[in-house]
């Protein structure tokens, strides 16, 4: 079983950039692939990036415009989501996520959860 917490949000002015960490527990990091995912307020859970368990495979949703990078430090067993540009509407309460096998865009797909950190873009 993994589990994992999530850190690095906070308050920030429109344009302006965070790095976001989820940090796993756990042997067998690189066996599960990794996603972000975020939730803003009245909305549903929206895919932000993922990555394969090798970090050789990543996938972004068109939501991120170029702005998001997804990474991860195996040897840390460590997720990371580089935040550039931020806007708004990038205000939301990011997840990061865990499963055995291949990257996928669904939040179904993942098996476990981390309890969030709170991204807020002001103007």
């Known amino acids: 079983q993994v589990q994992l917490v999530e850190s690095g949000g906070g308050l920030v002015q429109a344009e302006g950039s965070l790095r976001l960490s989820c940090a796993a527990s756990?042997?067998?990091?690189?066996?599960?692939?990794m996603g972000w995912f975020r939730q803003a307020p009245g909305k549903e859970r929206e895919f932000v990036g993922a990555?394969?368990?090798?970090?050789?495979?990543?996938y972004y949703a068109d939501s991120t415009k170029g702005r998001f990078t997804i990474s991860r430090d195996n040897a840390k067993n460590t997720l990371y989501l580089q935040v550039n540009s931020l806007k708004p509407e990038d205000t939301a309460v990011y997840y990061c996520?865990?499963?055995?096998?291949?990257?996928?865009?669904?939040?179904?797909?993942?098996?476990?959860w981390g309890q969030g950190t709170q991204v807020t873009v002001s103007l």
């Open positions: 756990g042997r067998t990091f690189s066996r599960y692939a």
């Open positions: 990555v394969s368990g090798s970090g050789g495979t990543k």
């Open positions: 996520s865990a499963r055995i096998g291949s990257i996928s865009y669904s939040p179904k797909d993942y098996d476990y």
